[in-house]
Structures are given as C-alpha cells and as structure tokens.
C-alpha cells in the first residue's frame, strides 16, 4: 500500500512539473532539477498546506521517469492527445491542468505499457477530481480510455 502512495504522490508532482512546464514554458531540465531539489521533499498539495518532512515519500525514480518519458516523446504523445479529441478541439484550448493531467497520464501509458487502464485510469481521475469537477474528469476518463485503446489495437 505505501508504495501506491509513493506512486500517487510521484504522478501528483508530474502533473504539477507539466503545468509549470505548460504555463511558463521553462525548460524541461529546469524544472526536474526544481522539484527533485525541493517537491519532492515538500509536497505541495494547496497554497496553505505543505508536508515538509512528513512521512510522505515520493518515488523520485517513478516522477523522473514520467517527465523524461513525456520529455523523451512529446511529439508522439502531443500527437495521441490530438487524435482522439472531438471536433476541433486542439490540446491549447484545454484548460492547462487538464492538459497536464493527460499529458502526464499518456507519458505514463508509454513508459509502462503493461499498466492495467483501470489502474492509469483510477489514478487520473482521482487527481482530475482533485482539481476540478465531475464534468472534468469525466472528458479526462473518456480521452484516457480512447488513447489507451489507440495504444492498444493489434
């Protein structure tokens, strides 16, 4: 169990690094040796809580895996994204958390292939739900389940 948590805490601080990265633009390199230097010893939950030397521990290791992986093929996964969205809807005009969030859940799709959808998928909408509505992670659900069955297809 606590090692799902160790997990859970690495794709939370994922999503956190791809927002950053999404919404200031700042290099990839940077903003790993930011939160491997600081985040991942101070998890961030809200802008009034912080969890300095608690007892949480992040999976460094599973977090840099995460980024290198989106950072590694970004083409490809900005590409998967694209492709399974509705209408004309691009990844820009998803909201940056949303756009984070699926980035980060792609990246993991690629890096563990053999990951069940149901965990990638529960996890997803967990974090989704942590930041927004149920209208949110239901189009998060349903754009996970769409580029896994992508990933997927024999």
């Not at 101070?42 to 977090?63: A, G, Q, R």
């Not at 998967?80 to 792609?106: H, M, Y």
């Not at 890096?111 to 996890?123: D, T, Y």
């Amino acid at each position: 169990m606590r090692e799902k948590t160790h997990i859970s805490l690495a794709r939370y601080l994922s999503i956190q690094a791809m927002y950053k990265y999404i919404e200031t633009g700042q290099n990839l390199e940077e903003i790993l040796f930011e939160f491997n230097s600081f985040h991942v010893k101070n998890v961030i939950f809200d802008f009034e809580n912080s969890y300095e030397k608690s007892d949480l521990y992040v999976d460094k290791n599973y977090f840099n895996s995460l980024i290198k992986t989106y950072q590694n093929k970004r083409i490809k996964i900005d590409k998967l994204i694209e492709s399974n969205l509705k209408d004309d809807w691009t990844i820009i005009r998803l909201p940056k958390v949303v756009q984070a969030i699926i980035k980060i859940a792609v990246a993991e799709m690629l890096e563990s292939p053999k990951l069940s959808i149901k965990i990638i998928a529960s996890e997803y909408i967990i974090l989704t739900e942590s930041f927004f509505s149920k209208n949110e992670s239901s189009f998060v659900n349903g754009l996970i389940q769409s580029i896994y069955d992508q990933l997927n297809r024999k």
